[in-house]
């Protein structure tokens, strides 16, 4: 859980030190930094994915082990999900 929260920091980082060689490709960061800057965009999103990412932590650490194949699974299918997208953004 907490390298998921690492990793989503250093999407953050990431993202708002691309070169202005790259673009966002994310449609919701997009359409919301439209409307309060792209930073902020940015900021809430991360800070929204891992708020979900508590919660349903919590609601695993409740559940007193009865799912937890499925939310190592999951989790670490997102983890190397994101650890793929902060390879991209610092390798481009």
Do not use: M, P
């Amino acid at each position: 859980f907490l390298l998921l929260v690492c990793i989503q920091i250093l999407d953050v980082h990431s993202t708002l030190t691309a070169s202005a060689a790259h673009y966002e490709t994310n449609k919701s960061i997009i359409w919301l930094g439209s409307l309060i800057g792209f930073t902020a965009a940015v900021l809430t999103i991360k800070a929204a994915s891992t708020l979900v990412l508590v919660i349903l932590f919590r609601i695993w650490f409740l559940s007193n082990g009865t799912h937890d194949r499925e939310f190592v699974f999951s989790l670490t299918l997102i983890t190397v999900f994101y650890g793929f997208i902060v390879s991209n953004n610092y390798l481009s």
